[in-house]
């Protein structure tokens, strides 16, 4: 089986990169910062990453990709069944589909061209969405050692990619013991190693 990950450096492809580090697969790893150029554009005509080909067949969307990449490969990332399995999938959920399309906005507000007044407004309602986000995972923190419980899954992986991200938020305590469990580990070093990104949202 083989394995090809587009990725853009620092975006929420890193998850993937983390992960495929984690199950110690081998694969080739496509530094895909020119979304738009035709020749990716034919594998993922959205212009996005994570884009993982499988044996030549382009997979889009990242928590699918994970989710197939965790249900093919042993690991402990990703319980196999039951109400364990259900909270892992739950929070990967909650980066993917939450969390993510919530900092999408503020990166969508920088590049339009609205006048100051309409902008700060925006802002400032964007970024209290996700804030309460990012309360909200600290205080689930404050009951478990990480999102799903007492184990690592590829939520917190998600998570901490995410947390890097610049945005001027308030990163709790329990987050920021999580951040730091979680980028400690040798997979996500050698990510970060790869795409050339310093780590600060620990800090």
């Known amino acids: 089986m083989s394995y090809k990950l587009y990725y853009k450096p620092g975006a929420c492809s890193m998850a993937v990169h983390v992960i495929l580090n984690e199950l110690n697969v081998p694969f080739e790893a496509i530094n895909q910062t020119d979304l738009k150029v035709p ?11 994570p884009l993982l080909v499988i044996d ?25 069944s039951g109400l364990e399995r259900a909270k892992a999938l ?9 969390l993510h399309p919530a900092c999408g906005r503020m990166f969508w507000l920088s590049r339009q061209g ?10 400032q309602l964007f970024m209290s969405q996700i804030q309460t986000l990012w309360d909200e995972a600290d205080a689930r923190l404050a009951q478990t050692r990480y ?32 951040l730091k469990d979680v980028v400690a580990r040798p ?9 050339q990104i310093e780590y600060k949202a620990a800090a």
């Not at 020749?39 to 990453?49: A, E, H, M």
């Not at 609205?114 to 802002?123: A, K, M, P, Q, W």
Request: overall charge negative; aromatic content about 8%.
């Open 187 to 195: 997979a996500y070093q050698r990510a970060l190693q790869v795409e």
């Open 114 to 123: 609205f006048d100051e007044s309409t902008r700060s407004r925006l802002s």
């Open 39 to 49: 020749d990716f554009l034919k594998l993922n005509p959205r212009g996005q990453v």
């Open 90 to 98: 739950e929070w990967l959920m909650w980066c993917n589909a939450s």
């Open 147 to 178: 999102l799903a419980g007492d184990r690592i899954t590829a939520a917190d992986i998600l998570m901490a990619v995410i947390a890097n991200w610049g945005l001027p938020v308030a990163l709790g305590a329990n987050i920021k013991r999580v």
């Open 56 to 80: 030549g067949e382009p997979v889009k969307e990242g928590a699918a990709i994970i989710t197939y990449l965790l249900d093919t490969h042993a690991n402990e990332l990703m319980p196999e």
